[in-house]
């Protein structure tokens, strides 16, 4: 590669740079971005070192390029539309998501096929990012480009501790048809159970939203008909004054 510190292998356009985040060698990515390599270089597969870093779920690459002036919100890869978060977030990488959640990144950034970082981290079972995500404001409801909610995704996967979180956050919740014609295509039995398990629990939260629903209403209609009497008894008093006069 010789002195070019940003030279590139011809066939998949990897610098340096590159293969050392790839692999999550922190002091090397280091004195190379000491001796100016390009923070920002895209390889063929259209990944910046940070998504590289990403990849791996390097939280101290990912720190050291960050402070050297990589940016979190760098234009997606363009084959996939992925970012450094939706990536981080799809293989479960906490501590990445982390830190580029406290650098700034698009929470609710979509790939091309629409998902979030949390549709994606809910999709993989990842419940200590999904909460992560809730956490920082992640929209709970946001669909995919198949209409598919985290929620749905989480569901579909049998992720049973994923979905008996999300069920206490999220404001739209899959119907039961919906959830039935997904498990009547299961045959695999181990999967079958875990989507019968979280299928229980999105029915009972639904239960448990409509009775507050109910309760709240009915506190609603107590209050007004209170204001009624109160607005009654005004009325009488003054006509009662009035025929004292």
């Not at 234009?75 to 990488?93: C, E, F, M, N």
């Not at 809910?122 to 956490?135: E, K, P, R, S, T």
């Not at 009497?229 to 006069?245: K, R, W």
Request: charged residues 25%; glycine residues 6%.
């Amino acid at each position: 590669m010789g002195s070019d510190i940003n030279a590139q292998i011809e066939t998949n356009r990897n610098t340096a740079l590159t293969l050392a985040c790839f692999q999550g060698r922190t002091e090397v990515v280091s004195l190379l971005l000491d001796r100016k390599a390009n923070v920002e270089h895209r390889a063929k597969t259209g990944l910046t070192p940070l998504m590289e870093a990403a990849s791996g779920g390097y939280a101290e690459v990912g720190r050291v390029l960050l402070d050297k002036g990589a940016d979190v919100n760098a234009p997606p890869v363009p084959s996939s539309r992925d970012t450094a978060l939706t990536i981080a977030a799809d293989k479960g990488h906490y501590k990445f998501c982390e830190l580029l959640i406290g650098r700034g990144a698009h929470i609710d950034v979509r790939n091309k096929k629409g998902n979030t970082p949390l549709w994606l981290a809910a999709n993989g079972g990842h419940l200590d990012v999904v909460q992560l995500l809730v956490q920082a404001g992640a929209d709970v409801d946001a669909a995919d480009n198949r209409k598919i909610t985290p929620l749905m995704a989480a569901f579909r996967k049998g992720h049973v501790k994923v979905v008996r979180y999300l069920v206490k956050e999220v404001n739209q919740f899959p119907s039961d048809s919906e959830c039935m014609r997904y498990i009547a295509t299961i045959t695999d039995k181990e999967m079958l159970k875990k989507c019968h398990l979280c299928m229980e629990s999105i029915v009972q939260a639904k239960d448990r939203q409509a009775a507050e629903a109910n309760k709240n209403a009915s506190i609603l209609l107590e209050e007004l008909d209170l204001e009624k009497v109160m607005q009654t008894f005004d009325l009488l008093s003054i006509y009662y004054e009035e025929a004292m006069l």
